[in-house]
């Protein structure tokens, strides 16, 4: 059987047992905003890439987000009441996903989470959600959300692109790469991400040759941005902050360009198989950092084991953000007795790192026992698929897990990313 046939029977198998669930519970993903919404459930929203560029990503977070509302309700739903989810397709674009988010909050959801483009939580997060006070959690990693006037109300799960900005210059460093060009997309995470890479740069005392901007739309044609990145001579290094088609065409292009003198390559960004294929020769022995899950951990290991179990697949990339916003969001419910977008926020940052002296450590697939800890009186300390996660004041994880991996060749001669590293990387290391 193919792995679309596996996965389409996977999603299948699992809709079915979460619309079976007491209560009403279920997966909504009718177009139609005002439909097809069950009376008396708790709707949590999920905006999320279904169609586009990162549909395969959007539907592995929606794989993920869908088992973790089908633990929830299986463990009697929260405070008694059953879960649904509605999904809303963001399509990777600002003004798609500003819509899809307006459709949603017409819907009344206690929350909304999911948007892992900080192009897309940026705008839904200060058009929508802010204003109408609705918590929401994204997977965006770009800076610029942590200084959002957000009034409390936005949180992510993925640490931001400060950490994972720091760690790619000291793993470029590490290499006795000093001369370093960087260049990236035009938008909220490559202007951020970027600017995290700089910084540490300079601080480490090598600033950039280079630091060059593209426009967002652009996936072919970099000769007049590959003449900037080299005016000040060849780097060693070259930090691509972009997605697959236009990374592979810039890492051509420096082939083309440099021959011999072809830089070392580097990644914070989407690319993966398809930037190979694009690529081409010019793809080998790029590295690329990208947030992960701790997988050594008894955590990750119950979410893997489940997700494998009830979609039949293995989890992919980032798929974990959505999987532990809906517990996020659950535990704070479930901590402050009352489902309701004031307990939420009330909550959301005590669940993950809560200031009682003996809190109940709550793991994937233990919303019972969270229950039982939250009508005792006891705090909840939730330790994710991501690990810890615990909040700051900004909302945001103050440590990140990334991987590292490299494009190398197989024993059957193809290219392919190949794991090299994993690593956490805390606010304020090497400060």
């Given at each position: 059987m193919n792995r679309l046939a596996v996965a389409t029977i996977g999603a299948l198998a699992l809709a079915l047992a979460l619309a079976a669930c007491g209560g009403g519970g279920g997966t909504n993903v009718d177009a139609n905003p005002a439909a097809q919404t069950t009376p008396g459930t708790l709707k949590l929203g999920l905006l999320v890439s279904r169609t586009g560029a990162s549909a395969s990503l959007g539907q592995f977070v929606e794989y993920a987000a869908r088992l973790a509302v089908k633990e929830i309700n299986d463990a009697g739903g929260v405070n008694g009441q059953q879960l649904e989810l509605i999904l809303r397709d963001d399509k990777l674009d600002a003004d798609a996903g500003v819509l899809s988010a307006r459709e949603l909050a017409a819907l009344d959801p206690v929350a909304i989470f999911g948007p892992f483009s900080s192009r897309v939580a940026i705008p839904v997060a200060q058009q929508v959600t802010i204003a109408a006070g609705i918590p929401f959690v994204a997977s965006g990693s770009s800076p610029l959300i942590t200084s959002l006037d957000d009034k409390g109300t936005v949180f992510r799960t993925v640490a931001s692109d400060a950490l994972q900005g720091a760690a790619l210059a000291d793993h470029i460093i590490e290499q006795g790469l000093t001369r370093v060009a960087l260049i990236h997309v035009d938008d909220a995470f490559g202007l951020g991400a970027s600017e995290a890479v700089r910084q540490r740069l300079v601080q480490r005392g090598y600033p950039p040759l280079a630091n060059i901007t593209y426009p967002a739309t652009k996936t072919v044609g970099f000769d007049a941005e590959l003449a900037a990145l080299t005016a000040n001579g060849v780097p060693q290094a070259v930090v691509i902050v972009g997605f697959a088609l236009d990374g592979a065409s810039i890492a051509r292009g420096l082939k083309e360009k440099l021959g011999s003198q072809m830089p070392r390559l580097f990644g914070s960004g989407n690319f993966g198989a398809t930037f190979i294929s694009n690529a081409g020769d010019a793809a080998m022995g790029m590295q690329w950092v990208s947030p992960t899950a701790p997988r050594s951990t008894p955590s990750y290991a119950a979410y893997r084991d489940?997700?494998?179990?009830?979609?039949?697949?293995?989890?992919?990339?980032?798929?974990?953000?959505?999987?532990?916003?809906?517990?996020?969001?659950?535990?704070?419910?479930?901590?402050?007795?009352?489902?309701?977008?004031?307990?939420?926020?009330?909550?959301?940052?005590?669940?993950?790192?809560?200031?009682?002296?003996?809190?109940?450590?709550?793991?994937?697939?233990?919303?019972?026992?969270?229950?039982?800890?939250?009508?005792?009186?006891?705090?909840?300390?939730?330790?994710?698929?991501?690990?810890?996660?615990?909040?700051?004041?900004?909302?945001?994880?103050?440590s990140g897990t990334y991987l590292i991996s490299e494009v190398a060749r197989g024993a059957d001669g193809n290219m392919a990313f190949v794991e090299r590293k994993v690593f956490t990387f805390a606010q304020g290391a090497g400060q």
């Open positions: 489940a997700f494998v179990r009830n979609v039949g697949l293995e989890p992919e990339g980032t798929s974990f953000t959505g999987y532990d916003a809906v517990y996020l969001l659950a535990l704070a419910m479930a901590q402050g007795g009352a489902n309701t977008r004031a307990a939420i926020l009330a909550n959301l940052q005590r669940v993950s790192r809560p200031d009682g002296a003996a809190p109940v450590a709550i793991g994937p697939g233990q919303f019972a026992q969270a229950l039982a800890a939250a009508k005792a009186g006891r705090d909840i300390d939730y330790q994710g698929v991501a690990g810890a996660i615990d909040f700051d004041a900004n909302g945001d994880p103050t």
